[in-house]
Structure formats: structure tokens, C-alpha cells
């Protein structure tokens, strides 16, 4: 009998092997007994076959061809444990045989994979560090159902197609190998061949830890991370901190802009860990938000068009295999900080990048088939297949493992809209309804909601937030209720109305009075977070304080009365990186902020206001403890539009200390002017946007100031203020 029939050495040395670990390694054969060991090893000139046990060898083996297969037929039996010796021009070595081992996965993991319920799909798909049999090395392990042969390919074994075939576990469709002796920070990529053998493009790891830096593509093996935690603390108590009834002022960042060592180096993230944090520190945001740092191929995507969901991205890498505990320790930093970290996560579409997830094995995989749901015409990219259960399973994974992993708070989940409508940005005819009849994406609703549910059930303490742009109701309700399940919402309908209104000349405000006051009416549908991020900076749209009108310090004053505003209107917070200086510029994603602004008297005014608006904002619980219940808020008056003032009450749990807010978006000063309060006492200005420590004019209303018993605004009780030009003022009753 022949050592290799000549079907299996044409399917080994055209990588198109169906069965490798039928046929590579030791194996019996079923009519001798004996016996037979195969090996793949084109760089060879001689490979001998030694036994573990006494060092000796046992065979040389035959040389197959000159492509590099080799073959013996031992003598033996009964199986047992060996190296291959292998001699080349330049070195003799002793290596495993990777076909010498057992199967990666397990039962349980197999079921749970095949019905895409896998909760922790990631401890067990992509590469891991992993001890098989006593040896040291790394096990791969990839789904690629549809393809009909996938292979390991890296620097260590010369890119080569053959040398590595990977065995199906066909229960699941996932194909694994162990490779044992390699080492961290090797680089790797599948390659694999469609159903009828087409040689396909070289794929990155859907599930790597780690990849290259940008503009290599490949996966990269990582080290057991050794990372001690050091937030017990946060960790226990972190449930309590971003309820509805507790502050939550969040800062935006786009890590790559925030600040740079120069016009080209990023700052790693342990650098970030000290300056990002205690900057954040410094400005009294509870909590800081993370624009994507998921891998991503293209810089001006900004991370919005992830490769790998599951790798921190490595422009912030302090080391060549250091990046998935380097983003620990500046998580650890965080929260020993007692700041919060979400992270901006991207579920609903994914680019075309040959080494990503398009086509990954030959078939529509990852992306749905119907191309009125499998792509997206607003950003040329491709949407995932909702309603398969492995695709759903991978996403969620990808998702939750930031919190199991890395200790993260929250997710915020990216452009929620464009997922629940089949119709988002199509035109009639474009798309196709439901089975109900409606527009509706019906798989995507029960994705998003499963998430939201697992991610409450497995990570209590965390929360997360949909970017979701339209009136779709139960955002933010429980989806017991029918709901989506998300903790919050972005409030775009406050952010859109109350841009264009402060944007207006002052002069022309009175036309608008509804502008700012429209977003009470539904103020408390949701439980809403009001975001100025990055969203409205970029794209031509100019800074913040570019759309203010007006000269410089009427710019300034706008703006500032604005924040005011924003921080006493019922909702959480949350504001982009530059905006908390007043950045003259639009945001620039390939350049660092404008620090140097901070050198001008206006823009460190600025600063300080929204460091005291932190402040104010979490030691009043008025403020923030009924942002999302109606009975929170009142207004003394929304149409005073002649003057351009808006006037009104928050309350917290305890309705004796509330807070009266006035603000006056003209140039105009009015002095004694009357201001109906909810209940007698003295009340205390603890808040004032035209303070000079922030820039202003310094009209300010000082000491305790008496009620007067006089009707105004339909109330008994009355102030008499000063209210100074744009500007927002806060009292709250001391007595």
C-alpha cells in the first residue's frame, strides 16, 4: 500500500484538503494496524520522526515529492508521543506536529455555537494562548461554514496555504488548528476557498484580540494578559453612580485628537490614562465616552467602519503584543478616578475591506443577502444579517466582552435608527415590508433587544445608550414592556431645535420662543441624555462657538449662557472634546485640540464655566435626581418671547430645596425684574454664565435674596433680580 494516495498529495499541495487531520500526523491504518505518520514541510530537506520518551529516532521519513511532503510507514501500533526533527540548509530543529493534537472546542462550546447563543464566543473563537497535552502554543479557530477549505497563514509558517490546513467541526461550521511552540506577536490571517474551491482574500481574525497597525491588516497573536485590577471599589459600587436619579455628565473623545505628543505620534493608551483622566478629573465629568476604539482600517472613518470588534485598536498600543492590557490599565485608571467609561459601539454596518468580513468565505456570511437590507447607500458599507442566530451571537459578543473584559460601563450603540427602519434612507421602491406589513426591521428590534437584556442581566452596574434619531417609542423602556431596553437616549430633537435657535441673531430670537421650549413636551418619554458631540463640529458645520452670532464676546456669552441651559434642562449630559474650551475651529480628527486657545482669557472663561456647571450640577440634587420624571420640573414662564427669557423650576426628591433657572438669550440687562418662585424663603444665585471668572460682565445678584409677596408669573412669591445680558442664571431656596 502506497504512503499517500495521489488524490490526497494533489488536495495537500493545492491547499484544498477536505479532511487534513485525516491525513497529516500519526495515524492507523485501518487495515494494518500500523502506524503512519505525514507531514507537510516545504522549507525540509529531511524530517526524521523522534519518540518523546527516549529522545531517539523512531523513522526517517520519505520524501513524497520535491514540494515538501513527507511520509513513513513505522512499524508500531500503539500510538505515542513525538517531535519531528527537521533538517533544512541552514538549521536543525525539533518541533511538534500540530496534527498530534486533540480537539480545541468542546461539546458544550460546539452546541452553543451552532444555535448562536454562545454568550463568551470570544473565549473560544479567534486565537488564544493555550496549553493542549502539556504543550505551550495557540489555538485558532474561525466560522467559515461555506467554505470548502481554510488554512492558517502568518509569518511563521512563510504565508503558506498548505502548511497549515485547519480541521471543520461541522456541527458549527468552525474550523480550528492548534499551533503549539508559536509565540505572541505573530501575524496572521486565514486563508480560505469558497464552495467550489475559488481562492479567496486573505482574512484578518473577525474574533483577534489584537491587530496590526494601520496600513498592515493582519491579526496578531497576544500574550495572557497578567493585568491586576485595581477598581474593586468602582466595580462594587459603580450600579449606583449612573441611575436615573444620580448625575451623569459625560465627555465625548476621539482618542486619536484629543491631544498628540507632536503633529504625527498619538498619545498610548497609558499616557491617556494619566493625562485624558486626570484632565477629566479636573473638569468634574462623571463619566467619559469613547468614540470608537474597536480596530478600524481607515483613520477618517473615526472608527465607525470597524474591522475588529474585538481589538483595541493598536494606534494606541504601548507594544508590539501590550494593547489589550495597556486599554485595562487605562480603564483601571478611570474608574480608580471614579469616572465612568462607555465606549461607542457599531452593530449596524460594517465596510466592504477585503481582509474583513464581506464575503468572508465565499458566501453571504456576516451580510445580509437581500441587498435591500445587506447594504447601506448613505455610507457605502454593508449591514449585518440580523436575523441569523451566529451573526446576532458575534455582535452581541462583541459588544459585552468590553464589559467582561475590559470592565466597561456602558455601550453606547451607533446610528440605532438605521437599524430599526427598513426604509432608512431609501426611497419607495427600495425597500420591502415586513411580514406585518410595516417598515419596520423586525430582526434588528429582537437583536437590539436581546442585547439590551443580556447586557443587564450579565453585567448589572452597566448601562447602555442608543443614538436613535427618530419618535421609534420605548427606547429606553423595558423590553418586558415592549420596549428596546436601552438605558438611555441621545435627545436629538433638544439638540437639533435648541442649536438653531441659539445659532438665530438675538434680534430675531422672539420669532422662536418654541425652539428651547418644545423639548419639555417629551422631555420625559424617554430617559434622555442631551448630547453635543461630535456630530455637530464636523462636516462644514464649524465649532460650537462658530455658531453663536454676533461679535467675540457676544459669541462667547451665547455659548456660555447656552451650557447654562443645557445643564438645568431635565436630561443627562454629554459634550464633545474642544467644546468645554470653546474651540474656534471645526473639529479636525487628524490634528490635536487647540490647547493653546486655553492661553486666551475668553476660551479659559469658558472652561471654568463648564467645570463649575460639573460641579454645581452633581452637588445639587435638584439637578439631576428627577431628570426623567416629569414631576421634576416646572415652568414659571417659556412665552416671554418679547424678551427672549425663559424662566424655571427643578426640583429633586426633596421638593423643599428646588432651584429657579432664568435664562436670557438677548443682549439686553434688566434690572429689578420680577421672577415668580415656587415657595417663600431666601434664595441664594449660585450660578451665574456672566460671572467674569467665566468671561462675563460680572452682573451678579449677591448674598440671599428675600421674597417679595407679590404675583408674578401666576405665583405668589416673587424675586427681584438682576438678569444680565445672555446669560443663564441658577438660584436655589437656602432657607
Not at 48 to 65: E, F, H, P, Q, Y
Not at 87 to 115: M, Q, R, W
Request: aromatic share 14%; with cysteine; net charge negative.
Amino acid at each position: 500500500m502506497s504512503l499517500c494516495h495521489k488524490n490526497d498529495i494533489a488536495a495537500i499541495l493545492n491547499a484544498s484538503h477536505p479532511e487534513p487531520y485525516s491525513f497529516l500526523g500519526l495515524r492507523r491504518d485501518e487495515q494494518s494496524g500500523f502506524l503512519t505518520l505525514r507531514t507537510f514541510q516545504p522549507n525540509a530537506k529531511a524530517v526524521s520522526l523522534v519518540s518523546k520518551a527516549t529522545g531517539k529516532t523512531v523513522n526517517r521519513l520519505k520524501a513524497i515529492d520535491d514540494s515538501g511532503l513527507f511520509a513513513i510507514k513505522s512499524r508500531r501500533k500503539k500510538t505515542f508521543d513525538y517531535v519531528l526533527k527537521i533538517t533544512s540548509d541552514t538549521e536543525v530543529k525539533f518541533v511538534e506536529d500540530p496534527y498530534a493534537f486533540p480537539l480545541i472546542l468542546g461539546d458544550l462550546d460546539v452546541s452553543l455555537l451552532a444555535i448562536g447563543q454562545h454568550k463568551k464566543s470570544y473565549e473560544v473563537l479567534g486565537s488564544h494562548a493555550k496549553t493542549l497535552s502539556g504543550v505551550d502554543g495557540y489555538s485558532f479557530a474561525v466560522w467559515a461554514p461555506n467554505a470548502s477549505h481554510v488554512a492558517l497563514v502568518g509569518d511563521f509558517n512563510d504565508w503558506d496555504g498548505r502548511t497549515h490546513p485547519m480541521r471543520l467541526r461541522h456541527d458549527c461550521g468552525v474550523w480550528e488548528i492548534f499551533i503549539p511552540d508559536l509565540k505572541s506577536t505573530a501575524n496572521y490571517k486565514y486563508e480560505l476557498k469558497d464552495k467550489q474551491g475559488k481562492l479567496l482574500p486573505l482574512k484578518a481574525d473577525p474574533y483577534a484580540s489584537q491587530s496590526q497597525y494601520r496600513p498592515e491588516t493582519s491579526s496578531v497573536t497576544v500574550k495572557p494578559s497578567t493585568f491586576k485590577w485595581a477598581d474593586d471599589d468602582w466595580m462594587n459600587s459603580r450600579g449606583e453612580r449612573h441611575t436615573r436619579d444620580k448625575p451623569v455628565s459625560i465627555y465625548e473623545v476621539h482618542l486619536g485628537s484629543w491631544k498628540r505628543k507632536n503633529s504625527y505620534d498619538y498619545l498610548n493608551y497609558r499616557e491617556l490614562a494619566h493625562e485624558l483622566v486626570a484632565y477629566v478629573k479636573k473638569m468634574n465629568f462623571t463619566h467619559l465616552e469613547l468614540m470608537p476604539v474597536n480596530e478600524f482600517p481607515f483613520d477618517g472613518s473615526w472608527g465607525y467602519q470597524p474591522v475588529g470588534l474585538f481589538a483595541p485598536s493598536s494606534r494606541f498600543a504601548c507594544g508590539a503584543d501590550t494593547v489589550v492590557d495597556d486599554f485595562k490599565y487605562f480603564v483601571d485608571l478611570c474608574h480608580q478616578a471614579e469616572i465612568g467609561v462607555l465606549v461607542d459601539w457599531v452593530p449596524g454596518h460594517f465596510p466592504e475591506d477585503r481582509h474583513g468580513l464581506a464575503q468572508f468565505d465565499g458566501s453571504y456570511l456576516y451580510e445580509h443577502e437581500d441587498r435591500q437590507k445587506g447594504f447601506h447607500p448613505d455610507w457605502n458599507t454593508l449591514i449585518y444579517n440580523f436575523g441569523r442566530t451566529e451573526v446576532a451571537n458575534f455582535l452581541r459578543a462583541s459588544a459585552l466582552h468590553w464589559l467582561d473584559r475590559f470592565h466597561v460601563d456602558g455601550i453606547r450603540v451607533d446610528a440605532v435608527a438605521s437599524m430599526l427602519y427598513l426604509d432608512y434612507s431609501r426611497e419607495e421602491g427600495e425597500w420591502t415590508p415586513n411580514e406585518q406589513g410595516g417598515n419596520e426591521n423586525l430582526e434588528a428590534v429582537a437583536f437590539i433587544q436581546q442585547f439590551n437584556e443580556e447586557l443587564y442581566q450579565d453585567y448589572p452596574g452597566t448601562f447602555s445608550v442608543a443614538e436613535e434619531s427618530t419618535s421609534w417609542p420605548g427606547v429606553s423602556k423595558s423590553t418586558d414592556s415592549g420596549g428596546l431596553g436601552f438605558g438611555y437616549k441621545w435627545n436629538m430633537g433638544w439638540m437639533n431645535d435648541s442649536l438653531e435657535y441659539i445659532s438665530r441673531d438675538p434680534i430675531h430670537r422672539k420669532y422662536h420662543q418654541n425652539d428651547m421650549s418644545f423639548s419639555l413636551v417629551y422631555a420625559f418619554d424617554e430617559n434622555f441624555i442631551l448630547p453635543l458631540s461630535h456630530d455637530e463640529v464636523v462636516h462644514g458645520k464649524g465649532s460650537l462657538l462658530g455658531k453663536m452670532p454676533g461679535d467675540t464676546w457676544q459669541k462667547f456669552a451665547n455659548l456660555r449662557a447656552y451650557y447654562g441651559f443645557m445643564w438645568t434642562h431635565p436630561g443627562k449630559k454629554l459634550l464633545f472634546m474642544g467644546c468645554e474650551f470653546a474651540q474656534s475651529k471645526e473639529w479636525n480628527f487628524d490634528e490635536s485640540l487647540d490647547w493653546h486657545e486655553l492661553e486666551q482669557l475668553d476660551h479659559l472663561g469658558v472652561q471654568t464655566l463648564v467645570t463649575e456647571l460639573n460641579h454645581i450640577y452633581q452637588s445639587t440634587p435638584a439637578l439631576y435626581e428627577k431628570d426623567c420624571e416629569s414631576d421634576g420640573f416646572e415652568w414659571i414662564d417659556h412665552s416671554n418671547a418679547g424678551q427672549s427669557i425663559y424662566s424655571f423650576i427643578r426640583y429633586g426628591k426633596n421638593r423643599q430645596k428646588p432651584c429657579v433657572v432664568i435664562c436670557n438669550f438677548t443682549p439686553q440687562v434688566y434690572t429689578d425684574y420680577k421672577l415668580g418662585v415656587p415657595m417663600a424663603g431666601a434664595y441664594k444665585e449660585i450660578f451665574n454664565s456672566d460671572s467674569m471668572r467665566f468671561g462675563g460682565t460680572g452682573q451678579l445678584n449677591s448674598g440671599n435674596l428675600l421674597i417679595e409677596k407679590y404675583n408674578t408669573n401666576n405665583r405668589e412669591h416673587s424675586l427681584y433680580i438682576t438678569v444680565p445680558p445672555l446669560a443663564t442664571i441658577i438660584f436655589e431656596l437656602v432657607n
